[in-house]
């Protein structure tokens, strides 16, 4: 009995066995089938693949067009919002952004994206047309040997460029941030009266004018250096022409005085001292030298500073028009063609108690008052224009407290003055010194 239940055991474990077989070999067989089939229709139909393909270009293409169409419409309704805004219509320009905002969320920054790219082209072809032009002017001009002066001027050249382009300059390097050329004409003269100031600092203007010619034409702008020459000579200035070329060639060939600065002379001479006690035939001789600083503000005021100290401090001194060193003369000046004229006092000095001298009964010396009556002629000094002062006369009255008054003065003699001494051999002329500390900040626009 237990041989027979063995014997049918094993028949059914074969049976199993067989049969696990067989289902792996179908598995197999069907897998091969399915991989033959693949291969043949790659094979056999690529045009169904084409067709495919196609179709996927196709709807992308109409996806992107659709994209176009959407952001064409949005940047319509965008520009008449501007139109609607310059027309001061407030509330139907606002409709408008909400509605291309709605379409594009970043309309503006892609319609700016696009009028930037077309101005730059636009730059670019007017650059290639100015030079095909200027090839073809000096081409008649050998022709014809009459050079056109309005072709060979670099500012109508720079300034037909600039106005082409409707644009002061361009960005070399792409920024997020906003660059200067995204401000109008008007805004950069303004910001330019605020670098030239009311301290008149055209080397400031000067050197932006270095950077490209966009900045070269604005630096040039008529009515920056009318109104620079307004407030040098006075509403009385008259007019450019016929005398100058432009109100800049005024502006620079004109004597006048220079306010990034202060003029500076050194006088040294030699004074004879005391006989010694010991020694009667030894006399000591003195070598003084002292410092004389001039500085000239637009609007007439003039500081005037004799000192023995260093150069450093007696600038620093006149940085402003009221000076905290009671030793510098404040005063006023008039300037009429090389010749200037100057009028200084002392500062008054507030706050004395003079109660204590009343009780000791100390006696007090009368200096008087003292004014100083100067007048220079303008020149230039080794190519440098408008650097140097020559003194012309000088002097100084005093009026004491009991009426009495007193007169020193010194000049250049003339043709016919022999009698007055010569002030030149006393006093030296005084040259100009730009000192960068002067003009490091505006307080107010060119007006």
Known sequence: MNHCSESSDDMDEGDDQEASWLEERSIEDALTSFREQWQRELTVSPKHDLSRTHVLK?????????????????????????????????????????????????????????????????????????????????????????????????FFKLSRIVNRNQCVCFPKFEQDATHISALPMEIVLYILRWVVSSELDFRSLEMFSRVCRGFY??????????????????????????????????????????????????????RDGENSFQDRFYRPWHLVEYFRYLRFFPEGRVLMLTSTDEVQICVNSLRHRVPRNPSVLIGHYRLHDNCITLVLKKQEIKGLNFAYRRKKREPVHDSGEQTFHIEFEIQSHHRRVNSQLKWISYSIFTKYKNGQEAKISLKEPSVREFRVSAIGGRYPPLRFSRVKSYNQESEAPLQ
Do not use: H
């Open 58 to 154: 196709q709807s992308s293409i109409e996806i992107a067009s659709d994209e176009a169409s959407i952001e064409s419409r949005a940047k319509n309704l965008f520009l008449k919002g501007i139109e609607y805004e310059q027309s001061r219509k407030f509330y139907e320009a606002i409709q408008f952004y909400k509605r291309a905002v709605q379409l594009v969320p970043d309309i503006e920054v892609r319609l700016y994206e696009s009028t930037k790219t077309k101005a730059k082209d636009r730059f670019e072809d007017d650059n290639l047309d100015v030079l095909d032009n200027d090839f073809s002017a000096t081409d008649d001009s050998e022709q014809q040997n009459e050079p056109d002066e309005e072709e060979t001027d670099l």
């Open 217 to 270: 034409i604005s630096a040039r702008d008529m009515e920056i250096w009318r109104l620079a020459c307004v407030r040098v000579w006075g509403v009385n200035c008259g007019t450019c022409e016929p005398k100058y070329q432009s109100w800049r060639d005024m502006y620079m060939q004109r004597p006048r005085l220079r306010y990034n600065g202060c003029y500076i002379s050194k006088t040294s001479y030699i």
